[in-house]
């Protein structure tokens, strides 16, 4: 036993001297960064920074297939070396919460490196409407319960959680209707077709900075800076709600933490450097540049919290 508990102890200092040689190595040849659902706005700003740092290609490979079940079932499945990167968003814990049959496990199969930027959803209505507050709309809402309808950019995408959120919250009933994209949601929106959306903040934003949309208040647990005058719901007499899009990096699960380290650190690096934060604004996005555990724990509250809406909202995946 002192012989078997010998080697093990060499074999664990031996590992624990290769981390940083396989982290000085690290990389040594192109980086794939896969792409499900939503912008690549930020893959590319990390890419280019990440090129410029280290002398390697970055690939931002578009797999939108299946709402990201697709590109995140191709992260898991890659080699555990860092070369495999996947673009996390909203999607894929929602995807978690609402679907029990995935190919991949999450959180199993997948390990957190940065939560890099979060992006608010803005409620909506038309600038004609008689609702000059979120106050008014839930107070026309409890008044005609069934009678107001709201859009969405799709079943179980995060705008469809944002509403059934403040339905529950408010104890209002409002018509969900939902579209296939953003677009033609905010165009039915500003058509009168429907009454309000929680709009993601880069298709919302210039509608209302431009007239066409008024903004009730924002989904995000403080105001976004873009909206300085816009309330958040979490304000507004509802302080659990905060529902946000956002951003990160996860790789295969068993990615040398030593890979994962270097990642994060560069990633923050990125995210925390003015150029970095103005570029992510530019795309509608707050920079954050989280740490590896921040990350961890910002995901598994995420998963949480879609799973008690869809639960509670009784949202089934199309």
């Keep these: 036993m002192k012989h078997l508990f010998g080697r093990l102890m060499c074999a664990a200092l031996g590992l624990t001297a290769l981390a940083p040689a396989i982290a000085q190595e690290y990389p040594d040849k192109p980086i794939h960064i896969i792409v499900g659902p939503g912008p690549d706005a930020l893959a590319r700003l990390v890419g280019q920074k990440f090129t410029e740092a280290w002398g390697q290609q970055i690939i931002v490979d578009q797999r939108p297939a299946a709402g990201g079940i697709v590109a995140a079932d191709a992260v898991a499945k890659a080699a555990p070396d860092g070369y495999t990167l996947l673009l ?37 209505v038309r600038p004609d409407s008689p609702y000059k507050s979120l106050k008014d709309l839930v107070d026309a809402a409890r008044a005609q319960p069934g009678k107001l309808n709201y859009a969405s950019a799709g079943n179980g995408t995060p705008p ?90 996860h790789a295969p699960a068993k990615t040398p933490q030593a890979i994962i380290d270097k990642l994060n650190r560069e990633i923050a690096k990125v995210l925390k450097s003015k150029d970095g934060q103005e570029r992510a604004l530019a795309a509608g996005f707050e920079a954050v540049g989280s740490t590896v555990e921040e990350f961890d724990t910002f995901v598994k509250a995420d ?11 009784n949202i089934h995946a199309d």
């Design 160 to 249: 469809h959680l944002a509403g059934e959120m403040l339905k529950q919250m408010a104890k209002i009933d409002m018509v969900h209707v939902p579209y296939k994209g953003v677009a033609p949601a905010i165009t039915d929106l500003i058509g009168g077709q429907v009454q309000a959306m929680f709009a993601v903040a880069p298709s919302g934003l210039p509608q209302v900075k431009g007239g066409k949309l008024r903004a009730l208040a924002v989904s995000s647990s403080k105001r976004y800076s873009p909206l300085p005058d816009v309330a958040a719901v979490a304000e507004l007499g509802y302080p659990e709600f905060e529902v946000v899009g956002w951003n990160g990096i």
């Design 88 to 124: 996390s968003t909203g999607s894929f814990t929602i995807n978690t919460a609402l679907n029990a049959k995935l190919p991949y496990d999450f959180l199993r199969d997948l390990t957190p490196v940065s939560l890099m930027a979060t992006i608010p959803f803005i409620l909506v």
């Design 303 to 313: 998963i949480a919290r879609s799973a008690r809406v869809i639960k509670s909202a």
